[in-house]
T-cell receptor, first 113, second 113 residues
């Protein structure tokens, strides 16, 4: 049973481009969380999704950021028109239906140049 | 809005000493409290977790103490080792809002030889 898979591991984008981060949850997990981590800082909650539903997006910036978790395929975190301040590590975690034992992926390190 | 408050932000302990990290919460709907360990460049990994029906849980050198009335819980690392040097995150899961999981800001632990 593979763990939570995130890709790419590293992503470099120029200012103004779009960044698309993918997260495949563990098999049987229906909940996905996205977090952002700046260097030397903690995890900042962004969004919590279940299949085809956004449950809580209170941590998402109002503009340029969006997330989805379709019925088939990975969860996607999309950042449009990236700026230097978007440079960070983005982690996703998945958990089963009861929300226990959330497992994290290795993260995607986004660098905006 | 930080729903789980974690302290200290950083901690330095001598080898063989006890590391103590504290977390506090307000939301009484939280009913599952995991701790995660993160090494540089890696995703957080589940370390140990507790439910509010017990006041303490021990796994090897790691112990969670839980005080339901005070809405506080802590991680104790006995006989701390340099290999324990990492960032530790507490978290809490809500039994409402579809099992939303929230994290503390993290504690960077350094164990000196």
């Amino acid at each position: 049973n593979a763990g939570v898979m995130q890709n790419p591991r590293h992503l470099v984008r120029r200012r103004g481009q779009e960044a698309r981060l993918r997260c495949s949850p563990m098999k049987g997990h229906s909940h996905v969380y996205w977090y952002r981590q700046l260097p030397e800082e903690g995890l900042k909650f962004m969004v919590y999704l279940q299949k085809e539903n956004i449950i809580d997006e209170s941590g998402m910036p109002k503009e340029r950021f969006s997330a989805e978790f379709p019925k088939e395929g990975p969860s996607i975190l999309r950042i449009q028109q990236v700026v230097r301040g978007d440079s960070a590590a983005y982690f996703c975690a998945s958990s089963p239906w009861d929300g226990t034992e959330a497992f994290f992926g290795q993260g995607t390190r986004l660098t905006v140049v | 809005q930080q729903q789980v408050k974690q302290s200290p932000q950083s901690l330095i302990v001598q080898k063989g000493g006890i590391s103590i990290i504290n977390c506090a919460y307000e939301n009484t709907a939280f009913d599952y409290f995991p701790w995660y360990q993160q090494f540089p460049g890696k995703g957080p990994a589940l370390l140990i977790a507790i439910r509010p029906d017990v006041s303490e849980k021990k796994e090897g050198r790691f112990t969670i103490s839980f005080n339901k009335s005070a809405k506080q819980f802590s991680l104790h690392i006995m006989d701390s080792q340099p290999g324990d040097s990492a960032t530790y995150f507490c978290a809490a899961r809500s039994n409402t809002n579809n099992n939303d999981m929230r994290f503390g800001a993290g504690t960077r632990l350094t164990v000196k030889p």
